[in-house]
């Protein structure tokens, strides 16, 4: 027995609508479609079952009537070959589905093609799921939607919620879980600082209204040693954030979490994520984000690592003054405004002062800064089996077993100071966010690195401008110092000097890391050498210089690679690859790059570089099913990477909800700088360097050319060397009509590629 489905246009809400309204409100508040056709029906044999026709208006705006539930198992079962309930280009599938249109009441169906346009349709329906929709009626716009325009969207009105917590009694469940506790009490925990009366007192009494919860509340003692941190590692917690007292009592300070399984606030993430939340206007919780740092500083003596208990003795790269004023310039221009920013730039001189000048990090010889925490122990928060090969020579010599060596070592009855050294260096790692890297390989305590002491130029210089500029030289630290613009203008005068002496290196045009302790620069090449533009502490002939010398050797197909191939060495089943190391490449390196050759007029390769990485992003996001991952393989193009800790964000059914913190960001920042027809081949995943194909010509050595050779047939391992039939998505304009009022859609098919020495596909192909 047929149905009809009445649709009017009060019903009608817009198509690209937040899932909260799509699958709540109009067609799909749930007393539109009285009855529904079945979905068994519309695939009988009497079911009228076509594709377009040419006859047919193409610009018409189709609605598909879909049974969520059985649409979704049909879907799977068909098209997810590989049992990832995912929809992407290795899938064997026919890339072909037969939906029912709403006009007709589900009777008259049309083909859906491509892998593209399948994957949308399995997110679309997961997201239904969730709402609850057992039957909606779909826009086709929302299956055929530039890939661009979807995943920044998508950012927009999803991810960033999906990445928000809060520490209130309403979310205690979810943010204490701790996927990187390997202790054997996992009840959750909360550490409270010790002049923090109101959180304790707040906590306390969650645990005694939720008992279910089992919550543990600690309150900290007021000295925070490295005997102390190590001496609650077997029993972990999340560390108490700032709370603000509301009319219903007291609230915490949301944040953004990285994603995965970072599920609680890290130190040099936040700073991405920050500005990323600020282009979508996201600004009350970018400055809640600040808040939660300064926080932090107060309570904890530093912007942590992350909070978690096993982070307390480490910190990560600091940006507070800059992420301050960013959050300062998009605030209402008054007195709280500025009362707010002299609090937060009070508490980034405290963290200066008292963690990144002092020793041990400051190096008194060369006066620059390194990466250096206190820490005692083996860091428990990694894999239980990472360090086993560290341990085993020492374990074999004492005649134990690794474990028992591994808790020997930490309880202090087996001493070696060879592994002290050795985890002396593992923490510095850690404080560097570079995790794991040969660059900083069993010595990264000792440098000087032109990460971080670049930021604490900026640091000097922003505080410089902000106390002159915004606070007439009227400033004082939160000790009542008074501090004057004069005073740390010099200090970034004088660690300009120390960098050009120490880190720049004017034949090979680059700078280098420092080894304080061998008194003697490092030969690893790294892209964070672009820092010293983003701090504008490079003059303009060493920017130039670094541009013409060093850009080639990190720009590949995909982005800029984290550090060159030579750098890294040869990679062996001894000598496994690390994740910061060639051919990776992180949001964090593209954005400050982009940013540095903005600093110095040379907009054209900021915006070349940034087509090159969300072209990476999009490609990714086209041909796996919507995925936005931790990192990408800029060589290979690829986010299947064979590496320690894998790739964080890739492991998701149906849909991602989250994607990952500063990739998001770097995809909403990327596109500011894009002009219109850069976007329009972004949308259509036009290749990079097909798109530039005559800067390519004109810039390129033979050795460049090589490297690009290398990567076409790098790329190649996705398939298994061509080995495995795979669909790639081809994306094409539709024509449109100039009477239409919906905007240019896209047309998403599915080619199929076998031999193993095809050509590389044309422009408007995605490649693998």
Request: aromatic share 10%; proline share 5%.
């Amino acid at each position: 027995m047929q149905s009809t489905v009445h649709i009017t246009a009060q019903q009608e809400v817009d198509v690209l609508a937040p899932a909260s309204e799509y699958y709540t409100t109009g067609n799909n508040s749930g007393a539109v479609t009285s009855r529904l056709k079945t979905f068994q029906d519309r695939h009988s044999a009497d079911a009228f079952r076509r594709r377009r026709a040419s006859h047919d208006d193409k610009n018409k705006a189709q609605k598909f009537l879909l049974d969520v539930k059985e649409t979704l198992r049909v879907l799977v079962e068909q098209e997810d070959t590989d049992g990832d309930f995912q929809i992407t280009v290795n899938d064997l599938g026919p890339k072909t589905f037969t939906v029912g249109t709403a006009d007709s009441g589900g009777y008259r169906t049309i083909d859906l093609r491509g892998t593209y346009v399948l994957s949308n349709l399995l997110q679309e329906l997961a997201i239904a799921k969730d709402f609850g929709r057992k039957h909606i009626v779909l826009d086709e716009a929302r299956l055929n939607e530039n890939p661009v325009d979807r995943l920044s969207r998508m950012i927009r009105n999803h991810f960033w919620d999906g990445l928000t917590r809060r520490m209130d009694a309403e979310a205690m469940e979810i943010i204490c879980k701790d996927p990187k506790n390997r202790s054997a009490n996992t009840n959750p925990r909360i550490y409270v600082s010790p002049s923090d009366d109101d959180a304790f007192n707040y906590y306390k009494e969650v645990a005694e209204h939720r008992p279910h919860l089992q919550l543990e509340v600690v309150r900290l003692p007021e000295t925070l040693t490295a005997e102390f941190v190590q001496s609650i590692n077997e029993r972990p917690g999340i560390l108490a954030l700032a709370m603000k007292r509301t009319e219903y009592g007291l609230r915490s300070v949301p944040f953004v979490v990285p994603g995965g399984r970072f599920n609680e606030m890290y130190g040099w993430d936040s700073y991405f994520i920050a500005l990323g939340l600020l282009i979508d206007g996201r600004v009350d919780l970018a400055q809640s984000m600040v808040d939660n740092f300064v926080y932090q500083i107060q309570h904890y003596g530093k912007i942590l690592n992350a909070n978690r208990s096993y982070y307390l003795s480490r910190s990560q790269p600091p940006f507070l003054t800059d992420m301050a004023l960013r959050v300062y310039d998009k605030l209402p221009s008054n007195e709280e405004s500025k009362e707010w920013l002299r609090v937060s730039l009070q508490a980034a001189i405290r963290e200066y002062n008292t963690v990144w000048v002092a020793e041990p990090r400051l190096d008194p010889k060369t006066g620059l800064s390194r990466f250096r925490p206190a820490g005692k122990g083996i860091p428990p928060e990694t894999e239980a089996s990472h360090f086993d090969h560290v341990i085993h020579p020492y374990a074999q010599r004492a005649d134990m077993s690794v474990e028992e060596y591994m808790r020997a070592y930490n309880e202090g009855t087996v001493e070696e100071p060879e592994l002290d050294e050795y985890f002396l260096h593992d923490r510095a790692v850690r404080e560097s966010g570079h995790d794991t890297t040969y660059r900083y390989e069993k010595r990264c305590a000792n440098l000087a690195t032109i990460d971080l002491n670049t930021l604490l130029y900026k640091y000097e210089t922003d505080l410089a401008d902000a106390i002159r500029d915004i606070f007439d030289d009227d400033f004082a630290d939160d000790q009542g110092e008074p501090q004057l613009a004069s005073d740390w203008n010099q200090r970034a005068v004088e660690r300009r000097q120390r960098i050009d002496k120490y880190l720049w290196n004017e034949e090979k045009g680059m700078y280098y890391d420092y080894d304080t302790v061998k008194e003697e620069q490092s030969t690893y090449e790294s892209v964070t050498a672009f820092w010293a533009m983003w701090a504008q502490c490079a003059s303009m002939e060493q920017a130039q210089r670094l541009t013409e010398v060093s850009l080639h050797k990190f720009e590949e197909l995909g982005g800029l690679v984290s550090g060159t191939e030579e750098s890294r060495g040869i990679i062996s089943l001894d000598r496994p690859n690390r994740q910061w190391d060639f051919p990776f490449g992180w949001a964090p390196h593209q954005i400050m790059a982009w940013r540095g050759f903005e600093n110095y007029d040379m907009p054209e390769i900021a915006r070349r570089l940034a087509y090159r990485w969300l072209y990476t992003i999009t490609k990714s996001f086209v041909d796996f099913n919507g995925v936005v991952p931790e990192k990408y393989d800029v060589v290979s193009l690829t986010h299947q990477v064979q590496v320690e800790y894998g790739n964080v964000g890739v492991d998701f059914k149906y849909v991602t909800r989250e994607g990952f913190g500063w990739m998001n960001a770097s995809y909403q920042l990327g596109l500011q700088l894009l002009n219109t027809q850069m976007r329009r081949a972004l949308g259509m995943v036009t290749d990079p360097d097909t798109f530039f194909e005559k800067v390519i010509e004109r810039q390129s050595t033979d050795a460049h050319r090589r490297r690009r050779k290398s990567s076409i047939a790098a790329a190649k391992k996705i398939t298994q060397n061509g080995q495995i039939i795979a669909a790639i998505t081809k994306i094409t304009p539709k024509p449109s009509s100039s009477t239409s009022s919906m905007p240019p859609s896209l047309k998403f098919t599915d080619i199929l590629t076998q031999e193993p020495d095809s050509p590389v596909p044309s422009a408007s192909t995605s490649s693998l």
